[in-house]
């Protein structure tokens, strides 16, 4: 027998009528009315009271002794109109009025709903029913708060140029936002009650709002679309619709619920913004070309006139042709420094500036940089000084040569702006994190400092310190602007401390990651190790640097800052019997300076003579036949590098003991037997130029280095020269009248693939100008190349010549077919061995065929 409860009858209305009494009923009724949160009242026919809730009397304002059952529907509005809920006006525009109320009764059995603001600026919902006794049941709520927050939302909606709109799928009715309403005018609002939405979207956006809807409807996908429609204004406005479908249990539609808002403005926007790109493109795509364009036309004419200067340097001439020579090198140089910067300030404006990351020694690019400039800063009798710890990191990956481009500017601003002192390159390295450490570079000087007020302007572009900078130092007041821009763009920062009178300090942050496959090679100190070494230098900086330097090498170290202090230590050391096996010696020191120190030395029979190391920043007045009868056995120009410091030092330890010289002469030797300059090459450090990135096709490093005067031979290699500027022709054919090369010049392109067609074997080499008329250089190498795969020819290698500079340059010209790239204007040495390199490459492989 199951133990499932039976479930209970199902009972009709009438039956639970029977069971309950009438007096139980009313009861319950009056119960249930009385203490409902809304206001219930009951009229009869004659528009009198028989049912008034306890909620009615408090939303009328009413008690329940003025107000009482029986009373008519006027003596209410009278008391109401007497504490101000009511007024005439509120009661015709609700047609509240008992004439209104009969004829209402009188024509209307159905429900009647209206929104109704009393006196007090409460808002009530006030629903108005027939009962079929002909009696009328009022039911009122207080919807002031969800009023409210209506206005608001229809406020906010409205400031949005926003609105809704829902579509019941039983009623088949729309409603809308009131926002929504004044956006497009009742007018438009009218059609979409006849026609449905779609009465009011352009035509253009129809097919596209119908899909989306069927789409909405069937699959539930996402209704989310932008399209247009005419507003009350007669405008065609951009709106943004999305929407989204409510449906019943069962999984039919019931409603659409839809948001609109107004896009137009943003339209318009990004329509703007888009041209505004597209201009920008095209405005940038123009500064590229006209930068590609100036590189050509400077360095072409720059060309001839260095290549002019440097082929009449090389000619007999007298000392004062050569002076002339000399004004002419200078100035062109200074020119194309000038023209450099101008090109480079314009590749950033253009955005055509570019890094290029490789593997780089940091501390040889800083000596590169010093070995360039150290002949400014000995003219100037200005010392230079590298503070590189020997401890940090060396190798590391970047594009080391705008990196070198950087402290070109920023050394090179240091000697221009100091007469006096020296200027210091301090290197300090962060720990890594992450395989990348942080560089931080400064460069300090000792010159004339900047003004407050200027500080912060000295990094904008064409800015210099002072007006008058210019007329007294020259620049173009680019430079600083460049390496802000550069270093930036290698992800790091520039600054400067400076003090007017004191000197300036420009500092360069940048990230590098650490290059983990260089190779190091050590220096073998075994030689050093527990040697004693005295430095003398007045510079504290220069002493703390040597210290470290050969601390390192495990040499034990004192220091001295003068010639005096240097003597001292030197008697010391004899009385402590702890004597010094050689001396670092600087040159230029305030009282003593380094040669009449080495004299005192090897005058003095007390002191043992000791192997001198002298160091300086410029040429000492003594030739080195002098300087050894002294004890100065080697000299170098500061700032040194570590691997030519270490060496000699090796050397110096290694020479045996020396005997006590004899006193120089006191007549010092005449210009005339001072020994050639070759003799002197270890005694200097001559600048050295910066290197330059390699060609995508040859590097320097796997090209032999030729003399710029071959070995006359009795028969010339031809070579086709396709240039369009007459000087230009001129100039190369000078530097290769000594050459066993002779050049066959065209005009353009056209004639040169003429003539090689005519005869493919004739040149082993072709070099090629871009920029010429009728047909340019791009063109006429790859109908070359062409021609050699359609006729199965040996490949002739083809040399850019150029006066486009650019990265994107050279990569155009290997994009062409070109082998190998020369920037103008072009060097003799260059010149002469990119020839002989690609001549080398045919011989070494003859049967080299196109492609």
């Known amino acids: 027998m199951s133990d499932t409860p039976p479930l209970p009858k199902q009972v009709s209305k009438s039956e ?32 009198n009271y028989q049912f008034i809730s306890d909620a009615a009397y408090k939303q009328l304002g009413i008690t329940p002794k003025q107000l009482k059952v029986g009373d008519p529907l006027s003596h209410c509005h009278d008391l109401m109109m007497e504490n101000g809920l009511l007024t005439q006006k509120i009661l015709d525009k609700n047609k509240l009025s008992s004439e209104e109320q009969s004829k209402a009764e009188k024509t209307e059995k159905d429900v009647k709903r209206q929104l109704m603001t009393l006196g007090n600026g409460r808002t009530h ?50 409603q809308f936002s009131t926002s929504l309403v004044t956006y497009f005018g009742k007018e438009k609002i009218a059609m979409i009650r006849k026609y449905g939405i779609l009465s009011i979207v352009e035509d253009d956006d129809k097919e596209r709002y119908r899909t989306a809807i069927a789409n909405l409807v069937k699959h539930g996908k996402k209704f989310d679309v932008m399209g247009r429609s005419k507003t009350v204004n ?32 943003d339209k318009y926007q990004a329509e703007a913004l888009e041209h505004a790109k597209d201009k920008a493109i095209a405005a940038s795509k123009a500064k590229s070309e006209f930068l590609a364009n100036m590189s050509h036309e400077i360095r072409t004419p720059m060309n001839g006139i260095l290549g002019m ?7 007999n001439i007298d000392e004062r042709q050569k002076e002339f020579v000399e004004v002419i090198n200078n100035s062109a140089a200074a020119l194309l420094t000038i023209i450099n910067d101008i090109l480079d300030f314009s590749k950033i404006e253009a955005g055509a500036l570019e890094l290029d990351p490789i593997p780089f020694d940091l501390k040889t690019a800083i000596n590169d940089v010093t070995s360039l400039l150290v002949a400014k800063a000995q003219e100037k009798n200005l010392e230079l000084i590298i503070n590189y710890p020997p401890d940090m990191p060396k190798h590391f990956i970047g594009d080391g040569g705008r990196l070198r481009q950087v402290l070109t500017n920023l050394i090179g601003n240091a000697i221009k702006f100091t007469s006096e002192g020296h200027i210091a390159i301090n290197v300090d390295v962060s720990e890594p994190r992450d395989g990348t450490c942080f560089i931080r570079l400064d460069v300090a000087d000792t010159g004339i400092g900047i003004p407050k007020e200027k500080l912060g302007h000295i990094f904008d572009k064409f800015t210099q310190a002072d007006g008058s900078t210019t007329r007294v130092y020259g620049g173009t007041g680019l430079g600083l602007a460049i390496t802000k821009s550069i270093v930036e763009m290698m992800g790091g920062r520039v600054s400067l401390t400076s003090e007017l009178g004191v000197g300036s300090v420009f500092s360069v942050q940048v990230p590098l990651p650490i290059d983990e496959n260089a190779v190091h090679h050590p220096l073998n100190s075994s030689s050093l190790f527990g040697k004693r070494a005295l430095i003398v230098d007045d510079i504290k900086i220069n002493r703390q640097i040597f210290t470290e330097q050969l601390r390192c090498w495990g040499v034990d170290t004192e220091t001295a800052e003068d010639g005096v202090e240097g003597l001292a230590k030197l008697k010391t050391s004899l009385e402590e019997n702890k004597p010094f096996d050689f001396v670092v010696l600087d040159y230029l020191m305030p009282g003593i300076n380094g040669i009449e120190w080495a004299q005192m030395i090897s005058q003095n029979s007390t002191i043992p003579n000791l192997p001198i190391l002298m160091l300086s ?60 300059i070759e003799d002197k090459l270890e005694t200097r450090i001559m600048p050295t130029p910066v290197p330059t990135r390699a060609s ?26 396709a240039e369009d500027f007459p000087l230009n022709q001129e100039v190369v054919r000078l530097m290769l009248v000594e050459s066993p090369y002779t050049p066959h010049f065209v005009n353009n392109g056209q004639e040169a693939l003429n003539l090689y067609k005519a005869d493919p074997a004739r040149f082993p080499v072709i070099v090629m100008d871009v920029s010429m008329p009728v047909m340019d250089g791009y063109e006429a190498s790859g109908q070359i190349i062409a021609y050699e795969k359609e006729m199965g020819l040996e490949h002739t290698p083809i040399i850019a010549l150029t006066g486009h500079a650019l990265k994107n340059d050279r990569q155009a010209c290997i994009d062409a077919g070109m082998d190998d790239f020369l920037s103008k204007p072009v060097k003799q040495t260059e010149l002469f061995d990119r020839i002989k390199f690609h001549l080398n490459q045919l011989n070494a492989n003859p049967i080299a065929k196109a492609g």
């Open 16 to 47: 639970i009528d029977q069971q309950i009494s009438p007096e139980y009923r009313d009861q319950f009724l009056d119960i249930l009315c009385r203490h409902l949160d809304v206001s219930v009242s009951i009229l009869d026919k004659d528009l």
């Open 125 to 174: 919902h006030h629903v108005r029913k027939s009962l079929p006794n002909d009696f009328t049941i009022s039911i009122s709520e207080d919807v002031s708060d969800l009023v409210e927050k209506e206005k608001i939302l229809e406020r906010s909606l409205a400031i949005g140029n926003a609105g809704y709109w829902t579509y019941n799928f039983n009623t088949k009715q729309y």
């Open 234 to 265: 007669g405008n065609v406005r951009w709106h943004h619709t999305t929407a989204e479908l409510i449906r019943d249990a069962a999984g039919r539609p019931l409603q659409i619920w839809s948001f609109v808002q107004d896009k137009t403005r």
């Open 309 to 315: 200067a440097e082929l009449l340097a090389n000619t």
């Open 617 to 676: 920043s410029c040429d000492p007045s003594i030739s080195s036949v002098d300087m050894k009868k002294i004890g100065i056995v080697g000299h170098h120009v500061k700032p040194v590098r570590e691997a030519r410091l270490h060496k000699a030092l090796q050397e110096l330890t290694s020479m045996p003991k020396m005997a006590q010289p004899a006193p120089p002469s006191p007549q010092p030797p005449v210009a005339e037997t001072q020994p050639p």
């Open 696 to 721: 995508p096709i040859a590097s320097e490093q796997n090209s032999p280095q030729i003399e710029a005067k071959e070995p006359e031979q009795t028969a010339k290699t031809e070579i086709l020269f």
